[in-house]
């Protein structure tokens, strides 16, 4: 054994550590990603048949064939951050489009006269849930955040 494959293993292991006790993944990419720590561990330990299977494949070295496919993982991975970034900042642009005719609707209710603002909270809190909160504006000088519905007023139709 070279001095360089027990450094090799230790990485490969650390990172396989790393990613199983901070990653809460699917059991699929769980099984893909032990896998790939134990044929990197078998790559380390046995480098003849990365260079053979190198050979036949028709590229020079082992090591040659491990950087050609370390740089098609990563290509790989950068594309699944990509879709993933994309994901994110269209739910990002969902929930600020939610937020913004949340705010409009309460800028809205306050303009309002009390008892209008009454009923057009109490019909709009029974159609709009936002998560766990209902946007309620009370009678009275002052607005505030409830999460039951207020009473129907006698005033409303």
Do not use: W
């Amino acid at each position: 054994m070279t001095p360089i494959q027990p450094i090799l293993i230790l990485g490969i292991l650390s990172a396989s550590v790393i990613y199983f006790r901070r990653k809460r993944s699917p059991l699929f990419d769980r099984i893909i990603v032990l896998a790939f720590m134990l044929i990197g561990i078998l790559m380390v330990l046995f480098p003849t048949i990365t260079t053979a299977v190198a050979h036949t494949l028709g590229v020079g070295r082992g090591v040659d064939l491990v950087i050609y496919l370390g740089l098609l993982v990563i290509a790989f991975f950068l594309a699944l951050l990509y879709s993933e970034m994309r994901t994110f900042q269209h739910r990002l642009t969902v929930l600020s489009r939610e937020f913004s005719l949340i705010a409009a609707d309460r800028h809205a209710d306050e303009t309002k006269t009390p008892n209008e603002a009454s009923c057009v909270i109490h019909h709009s809190s029974t159609e709009k849930k936002y998560g766990n909160d209902v946007l309620i504006m009370e009678t009275g000088p002052s607005s505030r955040r409830s999460a039951t519905p207020p009473d129907k007023p006698d005033s409303c139709e």
